[in-house]
T-cell receptor, first 112, second 116 residues
Framework: DQQVKQNSPSLSVQEGRISILNCDYT??????FLWYKKYPAEGPTFLIS?????DKNEDGRFTVFLNKSAKHLSLHIVPSQPGDSAVYFC???????????FGKGTRLSVIA | NAGVTQTPKFRILKIGQSMTLQCAQD?????MYWYRQDPGMGLKLIYY???????DKGEVPNGYNVSRSTTEDFPLRLELAAPSQTSVYFC???????????????FGPGTRLTVL
């Protein structure tokens, strides 16, 4: 059973517009959430994170929103740039000695 | 500071062959991980280690073995390669306790393995 779900395998957005990537989770014990970005032939790189005690975290063009009651988080990229074209993975962790749980990823294509 | 390095970048194996995927990190991280990523799928944890001499199974450990004799190195061993092990393998490390609020993992560039 997938604990972290990214239901959209792909997303296309025009350059300059907002990109919204969504992630749902089922485990109410998750207390920390991360987004990773992956370019082809490279390893994933950390992008932004949020603790469950917050509902928003912003870093430049990237903002992550957390809705605990809905068990939903989203990554907003504004404005989207062609260099943002990549696969984005949502990940979550529970307190204690367990590794991150990753979603399947969403491929974002930003069209110039 | 090279971060997480993996060798080789690519490898083709025949069924039944064995090989070791190498992973090293120079960030003095205690925690290291091996993932595989199949096409269209997310990252599945194979094995992880919380420190030298300590390893534990992840979600998909069958067909693999690991060892952690030093803080820096975390090799992944395939003993009898099977076509189902065709995948891209990523090694990662982190410097904080698993599941802690600042658990940021750093990934290597990956090893693309094909088993024919």
């Amino acid at each position: 059973d997938q604990q972290v779900k990214q239901n959209s395998p792909s997303l296309s957005v025009q350059e300059g517009r907002i990109s919204i990537l969504n992630c749902d989770y089922t485990n109410s014990m998750f207390d920390y959430f991360l987004w990773y970005k992956k370019y082809p032939a490279e390893g994933p790189t950390f992008l932004i994170s949020i603790s469950s005690i917050k509902d928003k975290n912003e870093d430049g063009r990237f903002t992550v929103f957390l809705n605990k009651s809905a068990k939903h988080l989203s990554l907003h990229i504004v404005p989207s740039q062609p260099g943002d074209s990549a696969v984005y993975f949502c990940a979550a962790s529970v307190p204690g000695n367990t590794p991150l749980v990753f979603g399947k990823g969403t491929r974002l294509s930003v069209i110039a | 500071n090279a971060g997480v390095t993996q060798t080789p970048k690519f490898r083709i194996l025949k069924i039944g062959q064995s090989m070791t995927l190498q992973c090293a990190q120079d960030m003095n991280h205690n925690y290291m991980y091996w993932y595989r990523q199949d096409p269209g799928m997310g990252l599945k944890l194979i094995y992880y280690s919380v420190g030298a001499g300590i390893t534990d199974k992840g979600e998909v450990p069958n067909g693999y073995n690991v060892s952690r004799s030093t803080t820096e190195d975390f090799p992944l061993r395939l003993e009898l390669a099977a076509p189902s092990q065709t995948s891209v393998y990523f090694c990662a490390s982190s410097g904080v306790r698993l599941g802690a609020s600042t658990d940021t993992q750093y990934f290597g560039p990956g090893t693309r393995l094909t088993v024919l």
